[in-house]
């Protein structure tokens, strides 16, 4: 999407967003179908577990966001938001598991899950070796990978989503294409 | 095969998976891939994680997750407003249904006043019979009516419940009727003896431009 297009598209955004603020309920079910698809890729690529974790997840970040629509000044475009708001929770839970399993804090770095083996046994061959060549990746690689190649952010919206820097998003992007194309040379 | 060391072609290339390139930076990045066989590669190699990424993204329901979403701010703010209107209309109905059960009529004109009282078969006690006072027992000027206190369940009742006003004929009710509309306001009534002024003949000074 070029960036006119992507300007059409962050307008509509702003449309709906100022139409639901003004009591139109309408307007919700047409962001999230806007959204939703994405959310939950990306949620999928850097290792939630499909199905009810998905769901939860996506979900989350919706009512989370919806929830503080009156505090979003439109700085980032409303998608990069959800992606940072996204990012937030997955942290958190990381954290939570972590707690609850008596092991160490994880950095904010950190957002992703770690991809279960026993899941990538069960998926299907392309899910399969999706998951073998992510789970390759640090959970920083991840995230910024999946938002560059599955999302198609640019470097400065990764970094807003992803809480660092441009420059660092765009080291940890080509990193981690090295790792990806060496595992497809195998 | 060595890694195209043209590292802002290789920035864009996720752009062009995306369709993100605007028309002059689209033909220079397609140029360069068609000569740079890295370049072609890493391209290939991103538009079949792509692929693979969409093949597993999983399905949302789209309308379980609207309906998690919490109302916009207008029709909260809408909603509080019309509950808080239902509220300020329950307590001041409420309220005035407390008034209206509590406030047996203690003072009417007439020559005679009928208080309510509970019926006999709600409560035997012959001391709490209907009282009637006649305009006689006032006082000269600025009478005086002192009412027994209604006991609990003709307080309750109130004038209109127990069915009194029967006892009435069409003169006094009309200037029940009359009286009622020169009080200002509802007195209030305490559950104690009650004594209230009332005046058979208005006073000079209450008549109103005579003066």
């Given at each position: 999407m070029t960036d006119a297009a992507r300007g059409r598209d962050d307008n509509r955004d702003f449309e709906l967003i100022a139409q639901w603020k003004g009591g139109d309920e309408r307007a919700a079910t047409e962001l999230v179908e806007r959204h939703a698809t994405a959310l939950a890729r990306f949620a999928a690529s850097v290792g939630v577990q499909s199905g009810g974790d998905v769901d939860e997840l996506v979900q989350d970040t919706f009512v989370r966001a919806f929830g503080s629509l009156d505090g979003f000044r439109g700085d980032s475009s409303f998608r990069t938001w959800l992606f940072t708001?996204?990012?937030?929770?997955?942290v958190d839970r990381r954290r939570s598991e972590r707690r609850r399993k008596g092991g160490l804090e994880l950095k904010d770095d950190d957002a992703a899950?770690?991809?279960?083996?026993?899941?990538?046994?069960?998926?299907g061959e392309t899910a399969q070796r999706l998951q073998q060549m992510?789970?390759?990746?640090?959970?920083?690689?991840r995230e910024v990978f999946a938002?560059?190649?599955?999302?198609?952010?640019?470097?400065?919206?990764?970094?807003?989503?992803?809480?660092?820097?441009?420059?660092?998003?765009?080291?940890?992007?080509?990193?981690a294409m090295r790792v990806v194309k060496e595992l497809l040379d195998e | 095969m060595s890694e195209c060391q043209n590292a802002e072609i290789r920035d864009r290339l996720p752009d062009l998976v995306h369709d993100g390139l605007d028309a002059h930076t689209r033909a220079a990045v397609e140029a360069h891939v068609e000569g740079c066989a890295s370049c072609r590669a890493e391209l290939k190699v991103l538009r079949d994680v792509r692929a693979m990424f969409d093949a597993g993204t999983p399905r949302v329901d789209v309308a379980r997750i609207v309906g998690a979403l919490p109302a916009p701010a207008r029709r909260r703010r809408w909603m509080d407003w019309r509950i808080a209107a239902?509220?300020?209309?329950?307590?001041?109905?409420?309220?005035?249904?407390?008034?209206?059960?509590?406030?047996?009529?203690?003072?009417l004109p007439g020559d005679s006043v009928a208080v309510a009282q509970p019926t006999p078969r709600e409560n035997p006690n012959p001391a709490a019979q209907p009282v009637l006072i006649a305009d006689s027992q006032r006082a000269n000027s600025g009478a005086q009516v002192a009412v027994s206190p209604a006991t609990d369940d003709a307080a309750r009742?109130?004038?209109?419940?127990?069915?009194?006003?029967?006892?009435?004929s069409e003169a006094q009710l009309e200037a029940l009727l009359k009286e009622i509309d020169q009080l200002e306001a509802v007195p209030v009534t305490e559950p104690g003896p009650v004594v209230l002024p009332v005046s058979t003949t208005r006073p000079a000074s209450s008549r109103g431009g005579d003066l």
């Open positions: 708001i996204q990012r937030r929770l997955l899950t770690e991809f279960d083996a026993l899941d990538a046994l069960v998926a992510m789970a390759r990746l640090s959970p920083t690689q938002l560059r190649v599955g999302e198609g952010l640019s470097y400065k919206e990764i970094a807003v989503a992803a809480g660092t820097t441009e420059g660092a998003a765009r080291v940890h992007y080509h990193n | 239902g509220i300020a209309v329950l307590v001041a109905g409420g309220g005035s249904i407390a008034v209206l059960n509590r406030d047996t009529p203690r003072v009742g109130g004038l209109a419940m127990t069915g009194r006003l029967g006892d009435l």
